[in-house]
């Protein structure tokens, strides 16, 4: 009797325990690892959750590069929470981590378990195998490893929202019950609003669930009806969801254009990369994901998953992954009609997964290509792979586990089987079954142990953070800065010396100091290109405009990090050397020399930006409180008084830097390498809009190695006639000239520069070859007449090499090589200029010349890595299969450097604003409040956050109300905001404020309200409403 | 060989084959003169025939003249399958992707007349 009990007890619990055992496997993954932590690239694991948590309660980050947009990222406002809640409960970070990971983990595997036994009752060795091909397969790998918010909610809320329907649909549960299982999907799914195409995927697969439905049982009655439970699914969803929904559509809505990529909102589309290695055969088997076959080209190994060998390779993973879409066609040949509604609607997800998931590779990617350009908005999902994967897995999980109810139910129909036959195959289907379970979770195994965070690879993403990272996190927090912290070095991708490497920076992390640095995601940002201009200077020692820029991008302290895995030069000794405000290991925070200029500040002086996009290299030599606006801004135009206070900047188009530019973005051709440069002139252009005073301000980087003496005045050519510029003063920046007049229309500057050829006998005329030679083969003087040049001959194997240093070699200036070359026989003409380090080679461009039997002139430009180097050049003498091998002749071997050297010109003004002054409070990240003092005449104020529409001024008096004035708002040194205001009194209080904050304010009450309705309606229903019919 | 077929199939496939000669003639003839048409190259360049197209339009064809049900589509599919499946584990990769091509053409008519098969309209009952 007892042993009955317990067997009794083991079925029916057993799966649950088996179910949970599976749910605790992210244990294992950390639990052998103290103080470590799952983070790094694209998994940003919060070091405070508390900060993380409340960014998301506002729909504007102003942490990061000057602020954005973030209410796509609110949608994280519970996946957070349930870091924020085991955090707050004094649980430590990697206990934090290891609680989210199990909790997500269980909800896939009984979400996905749920469906299960809605599909197949009483089947529990079936729902199991649904549950293991659901929650361990390939694609979710790198769900797992990068612990992707969006993918996780979408693979978790899938299941359980098409069982919902199907309940509603059978009859199982009744409105209450469901609205409140609903409003469990719609919370695990808000997570997936962070990408909202991921959103879209989870209700796409119970719209496919809803047509299934009314296949199989079309009535309009039917219609009716499951449309009705359809969209009450479908409203609870949206509705839960709607704090994020509202924000997020008015940005898309107002950021993407229907029709336009989604390059519009500044990233790259790169739905083409992530399609090429998505061929049916490869999505079919779940392994479409590139970084699968980045390879090493020299060695033929993963780059970035290690194990991905093992699939391409091994015998038993090769065709396991043939496996799954071979059982889900075979249980259409063994299809039972009783369960014909699933049939359909996992075939329907398992078609269009297939399609979806190949994304832009052919031959179906056309059919994607015409819906990405077509479809309003569907650019959205351009990440097709990792959006649609989700429904063909689940069809395979579907389709597999039919595949064998249909078997087990058409053995149980044999007649001709006795009962004793029946049974043993049963044992034999079960036995099947087992082994396929067991089969996924081998063939899952990096999933199941860890290793999809590739405890091997020197970059994995199993990182002990050291314990200066949270002093600096503890110290910045306490510290309350008012202005910014930028970064150095300006790596995109920061990658420090313990292991952790990411796209944003680390601080983010752990504090909420606004921070600058270089983005990979935002290149194409104004920011950025203010942020590329600060790096510039302060590599190039300019300390005067570093410091000029600084104060517009509101920066104050400089954190160098000397921990950082980079090619990046050190900082220079000028900034190096200042006031260290605190020091945290390797972490050195430098007060940066500034004039410390507020976020928020008045403007003296408006400086209209006539520079041709080239804006940033005027903000180096504006005064702290000019400010610099584009003149074609309709807003800026509209302001009647700005033609009083304005001036012109101009920055004037270098015709070296122009060459150079144009030649590095171009694609690699002959014509521009065919033709001689001279750079032993410098022609800068501009145009002048009005005739009036200009001073001429020269960038001073490098002016005395290029023959400029800024001692004396500078003998040049306007507009082909000499004139004398006289030098005013000059810093470490710039040579400030005395003002000329110049009259409207187009000028030309001319420089004569001294730019000598750095390579000592590039004419080879001393008595012997002095340059070191590479190889087999032979180089010689030959002197013939006056003229001497180099014989290089080569008959060997391999090429050879006359290897000639470039001293002195700087690698902050590009450098233009020449060289004349004589080919006699055999293979081309080459040049060969390598960049090393005393470990590396850093870079090596080749340019092989064409065939060419007479003395030919070949010059092209070498953009150095700025890293400290050395670099040589080599003349090649190639190898050739021919037996009589190759011979040429070099000669005149030059190298210049290039002057890209800006020119600005500031029309003289000497009418200034009188500006207030401001002080202000921020509130949160999307409202400011301030006050504007000794305010006479117009006004402009600056506010030093990227700049949106949805930035609003609201005036108010004194008592706090608001005061009915339209202020013009516009953009201010490339990227902030300015608005001016006019007519007012001396002194008047003002709020900034960010305006879809209101749509997540008003978002959320629906949302809580909606949650509370849902709970209210199922207690009543379930205890209140059940209980008064009892009494009756 | 005859002798490993069971009687019964044998006698269902002769039964099919006898009530079927006329469309059997024209599915072949309509597959031949496809492979004469590609091998001439018909309507290059602006419709290419190839391989795929013949095997989609064999496919599509064999609805109506042979009466080819989901489950003979589909079973059309696994066979393709089966065969990609052979050709990437003998690693001839640009073959294996080609004949799943075959094979997705195979399961997406398939799912199609698996749902038209499955489609049930539901009736009022005349009272």
């Given at each position: 009797m007892k042993n009955i009990l317990i067997i009794r007890f083991l079925k029916k619990y057993l799966p649950y325990l088996f179910l949970v055992s599976l749910s605790l496997i992210p244990l294992f993954w950390l639990i052998n690892r103290p103080g470590i932590l799952i983070n790094g690239s694209d998994t940003n694991?919060?070091?405070n959750p508390e900060i993380w948590f409340t960014r998301r309660l506002f729909v504007w980050n102003s942490v990061v590069n000057a602020g954005m947009d973030f209410s796509s990222s609110m949608a994280g406002l519970f996946f957070h929470f349930l870091q924020f809640l085991p955090y707050k409960l004094g649980l430590g970070l990697q206990q934090v981590q290891i609680f989210t990971l199990i909790f997500w983990f269980a909800a896939i595997i009984f979400s996905s378990f749920f469906l299960a036994k809605t599909m197949l009752p009483k089947k529990r060795i079936l729902q199991i195998l649904f549950v293991v091909f659901y929650t361990f397969n390939t694609y979710i790998f790198n769900t797992w490893e990068n612990v992707k918010v969006a993918n996780l909610a979408l693979v978790a809320a899938i299941p359980l929202v098409i069982s919902i329907y199907l309940k509603l649909v059978g009859g199982k549960i009744n409105l209450a019950k469901a609205g409140l299982l609903a409003l469990v999907g719609g919370i695990s799914l808000s997570g997936a609003g962070i990408n909202p195409a991921y959103f879209l995927t989870c209700l796409f697969s119970l719209a496919i669930f809803f047509l299934a439905s009314l296949f199989v049982d079309f009535s309009w009655q039917n219609v009716l009806k499951k449309a009705k439970y359809f969209l009450f699914v479908n409203a609870i969803v949206f509705v839960v969801n709607l704090f994020w929904i509202l924000p997020t559509t008015n940005y898309i809505f107002k950021s993407i254009t229907?029709?336009?990529?989604?390059?519009?909102?500044?990233?790259?589309?790169?739905i083409d990369s992530l399609s090429e290695n998505t061929s049916l055969l490869n999505v079919a088997r779940l392994q479409g994901a590139w970084d699968w076959y980045a390879v090493d080209s020299s060695t033929n190994t993963p780059l970035y998953i290690p194990y991905a060998y093992r699939y391409f390779n091994n015998p038993f993973f090769i065709g396991f992954s043939l496996v799954f879409l071979f059982l889900s066609i075979l249980s259409f040949i063994f299809f039972e009609k009783e369960k014909k509604l699933y049939y359909l609607a996992f075939s329907i997800a398992l078609v269009l997964g297939l399609f979806l998931g190949a994304?832009?590779?052919?031959p179906t990617g056309v059919v994607f290509r015409f819906l990405v350009t077509k479809v309003p908005f569907f650019s959205l999902f351009r990440s097709p792979w990792y959006i649609f994967t989700p429904l063909l897995f689940l069809s395979y999980a579907g389709l597999i586990s039919l595949l064998f109810y249909s078997l087990s139910e058409k053995m149980q129909k044999l007649n001709s089987l006795q009962i004793k036959q029946i049974k043993t195959l049963r044992m034999l289907l079960n036995s099947v079954v087992l082994l396929l379970i067991l089969g996924n979770l081998v063939y899952n195994y990096p999933l199941v142990m860890g290793r999809i965070y590739r405890p091997a690879m020197s970059d994995n993403f199993l990182i002990n953070f050291p314990t200066y990272v949270f002093d600096a996190g503890k110290w910045l927090n306490e510290s309350k800065f008012e202005t910014r912290v930028i970064g150095y070095p300006n790596d995109e991708i920061e990658r420090f010396s313990w292991g952790y490497n990411g796209v944003d920076s680390v601080l983010g992390l752990i504090s909420n100091q606004e921070t600058l640095f270089s983005s990979l995601n935002q290149a194409d940002f104004p920011i950025s290109r203010v942020i590329a201009e600060f790096y510039r200077t302060v590599k190039r020692d300019e300390l005067s405009s570093a410091s000029l820029i600084a104060n517009k991008l509101n920066v104050g302290v400089l954190w160098d990090k000397k921990d950082q895995t980079t090619l990046s030069l050190p900082l220079p000794a000028s900034i190096a050397d200042k006031k260290h405000l605190a020091v945290f290991g390797k972490w050195e925070f430098l007060d940066f020399p500034t004039n410390k200029l507020a976020k928020m500040y008045t403007a003296d002086k408006i400086f209209f930006d006539r520079s041709n996009t080239k804006g940033e290299k005027i903000l180096g030599l504006l005064a702290s409180q000019s400010i610099l606006v584009n003149p074609n801004d309709s807003v800026v135009g509209s302001i009647a008084k700005t033609s009083i206070f304005t001036a012109d900047a101009i920055v004037a188009g270098n015709s070296q830097a122009t060459d150079y530019w144009d030649f590095i973005n171009t694609k690699s051709n002959l014509i521009d390498r065919l033709t001689s440069r001279n750079l032993e002139k410098v022609d800068f252009t501009f145009q002048i809009e009005k005739q009036a005073d200009y001073s001429l301000h020269l960038e001073r980087f490098k002016l005395e190695e290029f023959g400029l003496d800024i001692g004396s005045n500078l003998k040049v050519k306007l507009d082909g006639k000499d004139v004398e510029l006289r030098v005013k003063n000059s810093d470490d920046s710039f040579v400030h000239f005395e003002s000329i007049v110049l009259a409207a229309g187009e000028h030309q500057l001319s420089f004569g520069l001294?730019?000598?050829?750095?390579?000592?006998?590039g004419n080879f005329n001393q008595s012997v070859l002095t340059y070191e030679t590479e190889g087999e083969g032979e180089f010689q003087k030959i002197a013939e007449g006056t003229a001497s040049f180099v014989v290089g001959y080569n008959a060997s194997g391999k090429d050879a090499f006359l290897n000639v240093p470039l001293t002195p070699f700087d690698p902050r200036l590009p450098y233009m090589v020449e060289v004349k070359y004589k080919q006699i026989y055999g293979n081309n003409a080459a040049i060969v200029i390598r960049q090393q380090n005393t470990k590396n080679m850093i870079k090596s461009q080749v340019e092989r010349f064409p065939n060419y039997p007479e003395w030919k002139n070949f010059s092209f430009y070498y953009q150095p890595v700025e890293t400290n180097s050395q670099t040589t050049i080599s003349l090649v003498v190639s190898s050739v299969k021919d037996a009589l091998g190759t011979k040429i002749l070099y000669d005149d071997l030059a190298v210049y450097k290039v002057f890209t050297n800006n020119l600005v010109l500031l029309e003289k003004n000497t009418n200034k604003l009188l500006p207030g002054e401001v002080s202000f409070v921020k509130v949160n990240p999307t409202l400011y409040r301030g006050k504007v003092t000794k305010a006479t005449g117009g006004n402009i104020i600056v506010f030093s956050d990227n700049y949106s529409a949805n930035w609003k001024m609201r005036l108010v008096n004194s008592n706090g109300k608001k005061l009915d004035f339209d202020v013009p708002h516009f953009s201010t040194n490339l990227y902030a905001n300015a608005w001016y205001l006019d007519n007012l009194p001396e002194s008047y209080d003002f709020e900034i404020y960010y305006e879809p904050q209101n749509l997540f304010i008003a978002g959320m009450t629906i949302s809580l309200l909606a949650a509370t309705t849902i709970i209210g309606g199922f207690v009543y229903f379930r205890f209140i409403h059940k209980t008064k019919k009892l009494y009756e | 060989m005859n002798n490993l077929i069971p009687e019964q199939i044998k006698k269902d496939i002769q039964v099919w084959v006898t009530g079927h000669y006329f469309q059997i003639a024209v599915f072949n003839l309509i597959i031949i003169l496809m492979f004469l048409l590609y091998s001439a190259g018909y309507f290059d360049p602006y419709l290419r025939i190839t391989i795929n197209i013949i095997v989609l339009i064999g496919l599509i064809v064999s609805i109506p003249?042979?009466?080819?049900?989901s489950r003979a589509i589909l079973t059309v599919a696994i066979l393709f399958w089966l065969f990609a499946a052979f050709l990437r584990v003998v690693k001839i990769e640009v073959w294996a992707e080609r004949t799943v091509i075959y094979a997705y053409e195979a399961l997406l008519l398939g799912v199609i007349l698996l749902i038209k098969e499955n489609i049930s309209f539901s009736q009022k009952r005349k009272t």
């Open positions: 694991f919060p070091l229907a029709t336009s990529s989604i390059q519009s909102i500044g990233y790259t589309n790169w994304g832009t590779h052919s001294d730019n000598k050829n750095l390579i000592e006998d | 003249l042979l009466n080819a049900g």
